[in-house]
């Protein structure tokens, strides 16, 4: 065996590949469980979505062995490149693609359907981290933070278009890097407040609001030294928010579609339909709950069986597993996504080139709001925006994008010790 040889098989986070390998299997064969068919009962029969999904798993397994053999420098230098390629396809998409679930999302090609909005997610990290790795790039100026938004921005901008609002948001998952990177936290608390008060703004009456912001202010002036620049700052403040709370019902009720809208006020409580738009959430709440502890047992689950979720094998897929394996089975998988997280920050804590570290953050963010997002979807506590569960929801663009996604993570890891770009 050459160095070269000793080198891949030393330095590659089998750990991690572990963990995405168990992800993959145990989607596998909830996959089984969610669309069982007595007639096609092998896991590996190729007509049905099952046998589909054992294929994409191998190829992708093939597809993340191939990212470990390339040379760690290939993902820097091509980034500008696969960026632009994913921007293309952006734009194909609106032109010939195909509109499935009210989203002209996918590109047919014979009978397989590609989504470029997936792998636009790993490209956006790859661009992302080249900038900001770049010499005499600062976060903290604007120049660089426009450009920086400018990156994440232009993929948004054309899958909000098609329109995929649950993709788009993911990309929001990025700001976590630039907050690593030095972006001020101040940021991330306008943005915990703009949330707070846009729900608030729903559920109560504007005028409330403006007056306990009014009042808070006040509160605030009334104890602290007051000076020019703090009373300036205050009443900038206060203005902008009276602003965004009197333009928050405008824009809510003139640009999210009415099915969006219904979601957001199911979640809200400000109505209920648990026999129109709040039927999967329901559904899905019952089929995780009647799990209990251990669950009914693999290919047990009547409200699998008997199809009462909608979408059970790719956006609630989770609560396939909450049934069928119950709270233990539930536990593990969270249990699992935690770890990998974990070892995903780990990973990039401890590059040593910037460029590795920065797109390690950007693995991270979005593999967490797609984990979190999804299973929150699933339990009621977030409105269903159609996003899949990583390495366990059918299909093969998610199942592909965000295998790339992580082994080019752990390529550039298995090179650390000599990369210093």
């Known amino acids: 065996m050459n160095n070269q040889q000793r080198s891949f098989f030393f330095n590659v986070d089998w750990l991690t590949v572990f963990l995405y390998l168990a992800l993959c299997t145990i989607g596998w064969f909830n996959i089984h469980a969610a669309v069982y068919d007595e007639q096609h009962p092998s896991i590996i029969d190729l007509s049905t979505n099952y ?10 397994v093939v597809l993340g062995t191939v990212i470990l053999l390339l040379d760690s420098r290939f993902f820097n230098a091509l980034a500008p490149v696969f960026y632009v390629v994913t921007v293309f396809l952006l734009l194909v998409v609106l032109v010939v693609g195909r509109n499935v679930g009210g989203n002209q999302a996918w590109i ?3 009978s397989f359907r590609l989504q470029p909005s997936e792998f636009a997610k790993f490209t956006t990290c790859l661009l992302l981290a080249r900038y900001l790795s770049g010499t005499n790039i600062r976060i903290t100026e604007f120049k660089s933070l426009a450009t920086a938004a400018a990156i994440i921005g232009c993929p948004m901008l054309l899958i909000m278009l098609q329109p995929d609002a649950g993709s788009t948001l993911v990309f929001c998952s ?9 972006l001020s936290p101040m940021f991330l608390i306008a943005a915990g407040l703009a949330i707070g008060l846009g729900i608030s703004s729903l559920l109560f009456n504007p005028w409330y609001i403006i007056g306990v912001l ?13 000076t020019q620049q703090l009373m300036a700052t205050m ?4 203005v902008l928010c009276i602003s965004y709370v009197l333009t928050v019902k405008p824009l809510y009720f003139n640009v999210l579609k009415p099915h969006q ?5 199911e979640l809200l409580g400000i109505t209920s339909d648990l026999r129109g738009i709040g039927y999967n959430v329901n559904q899905s709440k019952i089929a995780i709950g009647s799990g209990q ?4 047992g693999y290919l047990q689950g009547t409200q699998t069986k008997y199809s009462f979720v909608p979408e059970q094998s790719t956006d609630f897929i989770f609560c396939t597993v909450g049934e069928e394996w119950g709270f233990i089975g539930t536990s593990v998988v969270i249990c699992l996504y935690l770890f990998l997280l974990l070892r995903i920050i780990y990973m990039a804590e401890r590059q040593r080139a910037s460029f590795s570290r920065i797109y390690g953050y950007g693995v991270a ?4 709001f797609h984990f979190f997002i999804n299973i929150s979807m699933t339990i009621g506590f977030m409105p269903v925006i159609g996003i899949p569960l990583p390495f366990i929801s059918y299909g093969g663009s998610s199942l592909w994008s965000f295998t790339i996604l992580l082994f080019i993570l752990i390529k550039l890891d298995s090179n650390r010790l000599g990369a210093l770009m």
Do not use: C, N
């Open 51 to 60: 046998g589909k999904q054992f294929i994409f798993i191998i190829s992708a």
């Open 108 to 110: 047919p090609i014979g």
């Open 174 to 182: 990025l700001i976590f890097v630039l907050y690593r990177e030095g």
């Open 214 to 226: 009014v009042l808070a202010t006040v509160a605030i002036l009334a104890t602290m030294r007051r």
């Open 235 to 238: 009443i900038i403040g206060l």
């Open 261 to 265: 809208r219904a979601r957001i006020d």
């Open 293 to 296: 502890l251990w669950g009914k």
């Open 365 to 368: 963010s979005i593999i967490f």
